[in-house]
T-cell receptor
């Protein structure tokens, strides 16, 4: 039973197109994230949502628009795709937005969506 | 300077070797540190986390944090070919996790 599931797993598209990636978690977590992993494996935060509300937008171009219809879902829509958008996009979730007195607040990742822009 | 730095490797070791993976970080405000393991074409999975300074052991894995020198280490004893993966260190920030660039490890049979 997959905890964090993303679709599609692979996306190949032309420059200028628009695409969406969907994410769902069944862990009952409050917080969801989008991370981008480049070809050198560097994982960079893009967005954080807590209970459907945006809490972090890490200076991502506004061609990227996340949407959280409820706290179990976080989708990512990308307009006017560029070559530099080619990467693996990971959705993740955590119980809370921060770690604190109750202990570490660990991230659970999905399997990733590999986007290739031609 | 990146907030969390790792040597990207690749690091190749023979089976059975003790592996030492290291990170340095710049922001001393955060208390929780994690190690994630990522197999090729998979998502990262949590291996261990530690709080503040000190050691934590789990089977063949030991995580160590030295806050005075801002250094995080992961030791793998009796390394196995199945340990071949990319290892990412991270610290838990406010509403986000800051990752290092990852170290690619190959354990040769």
């Amino acid at each position: 039973d997959t905890a964090v599931s993303q679709t599609p797993k692979y996306l190949v598209t032309q420059m200028g197109n628009d695409k969406s990636i969907k994410c769902e978690q069944n862990l009952g977590h409050d917080t969801m994230y989008w991370y981008k992993q480049d070809s050198k494996k560097f994982l960079k935060i893009m967005f954080s949502y807590n209970n459907k509300e945006l809490i972090i937008n890490e200076t991502v171009p506004n061609r990227f628009s996340p949407k959280s219809p409820d706290k179990a879902h976080l989708n990512l829509h990308i307009n006017s795709l560029e070559l530099g958008d080619s990467a693996v996009y990971f959705c993740a979730s955590s119980l809370h937005p921060t770690s604190g007195g109750s202990g570490a607040n660990v991230l659970t990742f999905g399997a990733g969506s590999r986007l290739t822009v031609l | 300077q990146k907030e969390v730095e790792q040597d990207p490797g690749p690091l190749s070791v023979p089976e059975g070797a003790i592996v030492s993976l290291n990170c340095t970080y710049s922001n001393s405000a955060f208390q929780y540190f994690m190690w994630y393991r990522q197999y090729s074409r998979k998502g990262p999975e949590l291996l261990m986390y530690t709080y503040s300074s000190g050691n934590k052991e789990d089977g063949r894995f030991t995580a160590q944090v030295d806050k005075s020198s801002k250094y995080i280490s992961l030791f793998i004893r009796d390394s196995q070919p199945s340990d071949s993966a990319t290892y990412l260190c991270a610290h838990a920030g406010t509403y986000k996790y800051i990752f290092g660039t990852g170290t690619r490890l190959k354990v040769l049979a």
